[in-house]
């Protein structure tokens, strides 16, 4: 399998998964400014129309995008991983909960946070309406160690994003729980490698766009 | 089972859902400003604590939040009516018009359009950002009558969430793909009856709060 992926990006959920199972995968890495795969300076839109990552080549070729279908297909593909249920009911648990993090915290409330080309009075607004959503996910976690009773892919998913809090006026801090759960869930072999590897590449994305 | 919904918001999808299935289900009308049932004002924040619908109770007693979710759940517990792809790749496809429709289309599109308390600069934004959502599925229900090989819940969510266009600056007419195809599935009998009832319980709506 072969993931298309940026820095730091919620693409980097899938490269944990594959971390967790201890398989090798081929990453391909997009610059989110121009577009363009950093290898062979491909078009990434030829690949996936709308340019953002990730996006997932199967073994059969096939191209997947957005994330929640993504993770779901990875952690089917590697089941001795056991990044998710197989239960029904635990498999619906694990649809809601990625979901959440897909809509009401990844886009409802960080990506306005995030893009430098929102408004100021977005921004705000975003941060109003999830402030709710943040007390709730830290009842959640207040008491376990995972979103599900063990570690799945939508852990992956929500380390990936609350760690973006430090790019944005979400402080953490205000939710003892989630501090607690971030450090917890970034100290597995998997995410601390993840995070060390994608910093580092963020950080030469981030030159490289200073230069342009 | 049990649904909690309001006149013409997502949960609708749910409601046509079982109108396929041609299943009885219990539906329960929340106010979306008092967050209380409209049958016993009992408190819907007791039922699911960030209070948007859909919610379902199902017939465990157990509540399932997050439309993607309930939407898999409804689609596999009637399998009769054939919502859902039951092999992993159609599955795997279906997940991927769940997300992209919750992510791309409802929380970035729509959600600011349709919010009064969105800031003007927040409504723009989010319209910029969406027309090469809209631009994109215009391009895939261009020669093809659903968003996968046959009817789903994703087209039972996508033709709830364009519908909403009307109330906001988004005219389908500059997509005759998206035009016709809410044309198409809105005649289906399902879809029309849930429209219909809703209308109606959202005109009502409207009055109480004018009322109020």
Redesign the interface.
């Known amino acids: 399998m072969q993931l298309y992926f940026s820095p730091l990006a919620c693409s980097m959920a899938t490269r944990i998964a594959f971390y967790e199972a201890g398989v090798d995968a081929r990453f391909v890495e997009v610059d989110p400014k121009t577009k363009r795969t950093l290898e062979d300076d491909a078009d990434y839109l030829a690949v996936s ?2 340019g953002y990552v990730p996006a997932l080549r199967t073994d059969d070729g096939e191209v ?6 993504i993770l ?2 990875v952690a ?1 593909a590697l089941p001795q991983a056991k990044l998710a249920p197989t239960d ?1 009911r635990g498999r ?2 694990l ?2 909960w ?3 993090i ?3 915290l ?3 409330l960080y ?2 946070l995030l893009d430098e ?6 921004k ?3 941060l109003e309406k999830g402030r ?2 943040l007390d ?1 996910l830290a ?1 959640h976690l207040a008491h376990r160690d995972h979103l599900l009773d063990a570690f799945s892919v939508a852990d992956a998913y929500l380390v990936t994003v609350l760690t973006w809090s430090v790019a944005t006026p979400i402080d953490l801090t205000k939710w003892p729980a989630l501090l607690a759960y971030v450090g917890r869930v970034r100290e597995r072999p998997s995410v601390a490698r993840a995070f060390a590897e994608e910093r580092d590449l963020y950080v030469k994305e981030k030159a490289r766009h200073a230069k342009a």
């Open positions: 129309p709308l997947l995008t957005e994330n929640s279908a779901q297909h089917d029904a619906t648990h649809q809601q990625l979901c959440f897909g809509t009401e990844h886009k409802a990506t306005p080309r929102a408004p100021a009075e977005a705000t607004y975003a709710s959503r709730f009842k």
